[in-house]
């Protein structure tokens, strides 16, 4: 069982089919902001540069589980599934791994990055639920549900 004062290790896994240095930094720098952000301590960056997800054997992507079959991990952070693999079945077997040994599985593609971002995702959400809460009981008040 993990202590729950120690703070959490991460690694972070990247990858791209072509040789494209700005997405790989947009990968490592959105998964470094969200440790940072979340005081989460980074024990390693795997990054996979012109790879297929299609290859088996990506020598980064093997790299980074030998690192979690050491147990020397908490979290997996990676821009989005299909950075890991577009092979439903290898997905599904990725995340029982991680699953198994009690990893969390972190996709920052839809995570807030800049602080204005971040606000603006905030009120989008706050928008959201006021506007369903209004909706909720309008649609309540002026359409009542009849069983028939």
Same mark, same amino acid.
């Not at 969200?34 to 990054?47: A, E, M, R």
């Not at 602080?115 to 506007?131: D, G, P, R, W, Y």
């Given at each position: 069982?993990?202590?729950?004062?120690?703070?959490?290790?991460?690694?972070?896994?990247?990858?791209?089919?072509?040789?494209?240095?700005?997405?790989?930094?947009?990968?490592?720098?959105?998964?470094?902001?969200?440790?940072?952000?979340?005081?989460?301590?980074?024990?390693?960056?795997?990054?996979?540069?012109?790879?297929?997800?299609?290859?088996?054997?990506?020598?980064?992507?093997?790299?980074?589980? /030998?690192? %979690?079959? +050491?147990?020397?991990?908490?979290?997996?952070? =990676?821009?989005? $599934?299909?950075? !890991?693999?577009?092979?439903?079945?290898?997905?599904?077997?990725?995340?029982?791994?991680?699953?198994?040994?009690?990893? /969390?599985? %972190?996709? +920052?593609?839809?995570?807030?990055?800049?602080? =204005?971002?971040? $606000?603006?995702? !905030?009120?989008?959400?706050?928008?959201?639920?006021?506007?369903?809460?209004?909706?909720?009981?309008?649609?309540?008040?002026?359409?009542?549900?009849?069983?028939?």
């Amino acid at each position: 069982m993990k202590e729950t004062n120690k703070a959490k290790r991460a690694v972070i896994y990247a990858r791209t089919s072509s040789i494209d240095g700005d997405a790989i930094g947009d990968q490592i720098d959105k998964a470094c902001h969200y440790c940072l952000n979340n005081t989460i301590g980074i024990v390693g960056i795997y990054i996979d540069c012109g790879c297929s997800d299609r290859k088996s054997d990506r020598p980064k992507f093997m790299e980074m589980l /030998e690192k %979690i079959n +050491t147990g020397t991990v908490d979290c997996v952070l =990676v821009s989005d $599934a299909d950075r !890991l693999t577009r092979d439903s079945l290898s997905l599904h077997l990725f995340k029982q791994v991680v699953k198994d040994k009690n990893i /969390e599985l %972190i996709f +920052t593609a839809g995570l807030p990055y800049t602080e =204005v971002e971040l $606000a603006q995702s !905030l009120m989008f959400k706050e928008c959201l639920k006021n506007t369903n809460a209004f909706y909720s009981r309008t649609r309540n008040k002026a359409f009542p549900l009849k069983h028939q």
